[in-house]
DNA sequence: CCCTCATTTCACTGATTTGTGAAACCACTG
DNA sequence: CAGTGGTTTCACAAATCAGTGAAATGAGGG
């Protein structure tokens, strides 16, 4: 018996979804995410505006908005295709997630939002001072382990990838 | 010369406005961010719903409304004052970010979805159910450092706190 | 160099979220 | 066991956002 892998399109359908739907409530927008996990399951290297739009059911507009978005982030470029008038998009880099599931951004203006209130709650030492600077020390030390982490990641990663060849 | 350390309540409102809108961003309803700084930085152990709708100046309506989704997380106590018919709230621990600021959970609903959708995509070998696998694992070892993280953040916060006794 | 078609822009629609005012509710006080 | 006043609920208004359709734009291909 020969098994035939077969993709189950309506699954992958669901967890693109399923997903988009997870970061649009993290401050995702919605059509991006979509297009996204559109990308992470495609088993082309890329797909254009048109395949977006069908497999999303979304209208070409706002395959080009979320493709503009996501080209801002730096998450997915587009390609010419030579003798098509048709682009190709493909991510960028299929490890995206690295950037952004860490949130550096955020602890940063939290950092600095509590940093700058200090003085004007009286310094560090009265009651709200301390729960502020509180706040900031624990931002600024998760913060400061991002890099590490990464790190540690990449280097798991690439010793897979060495054990696997 | 002696420095009275009056506090600048119009810097404190811009700092509860700032924070409540990148938590906003971030997916947190925003009244309910704006009660959580307001408890923040008050002075008093707690301040009564009245109080917050002054300082935020909002309706009674939604600061009960935020008040409600805040006690669900465990955020803030309702605490009842003898001889006063208005109820206190206050925060639970002042380190409420502490469970937050890591995103387990979100990182466990990707980590699933990624999981059940392998078998769709032909299992992690085929190009789709690598990248996949990839970010699951991703995700996943992220998720399994947090706890250690924590623990490390208050060792250093206790150490802090014996030190400066 | 024009023509065609992919892509973008723009104005609008529908859905969702957020907050308000007023009435209902309820618990404490006297 | 009322009366008072704090809190909640409810229906609605405002603002925001996402997505559409259609027109405008513009980049190849012939």
Redesign the pocket.
């Known amino acids: 018996m020969v098994t035939v892998t077969t993709r189950d399109e309506e699954a992958v359908r669901g967890f693109v979804e399923r997903l988009a739907l997870l970061f649009?409530d993290w401050g995702f927008?919605?059509?991006?995410a979509?297009v996204l996990f559109a990308l992470m399951t495609a088993e082309a290297p890329g797909l254009?505006?048109?395949e977006l739009a069908e497999r999303l059911?979304?209208?070409?507009?706002?395959?080009?908005?979320?493709?503009?978005y996501l080209g801002q982030l730096g998450f997915v470029v587009?390609e010419?295709v030579?003798?098509?008038?048709?682009?190709l998009y493909r991510l960028r880099d299929h490890t995206w997630y690295a950037g952004t599931a860490t949130a550096v951004q955020f602890y940063d203006l939290v950092i600095s939002a509590a940093d700058e209130v200090l003085g004007a709650v009286g310094g560090p030492d009265t009651t709200v001072g301390e729960r502020v600077a509180e706040m900031r020390d624990f931002f600024a030390f998760v913060r400061s382990r991002v890099p590490a982490l990464l790190d540690e990641w990449q280097a798991a990663r690439q010793a897979r990838a060495r054990a696997r060849d």
């Not at 927008?29 to 991006?32: Q, V």
């Not at 059911?57 to 503009?68: E, K, N």
């Not at 030579?82 to 682009?87: C, K, L, N």
């Open positions: 649009a927008p919605r059509m991006a979509r254009t505006a048109n059911d979304a209208s070409a507009a706002a395959i080009s908005g979320a493709v503009r587009r010419p030579p003798g098509s008038r048709r682009d």
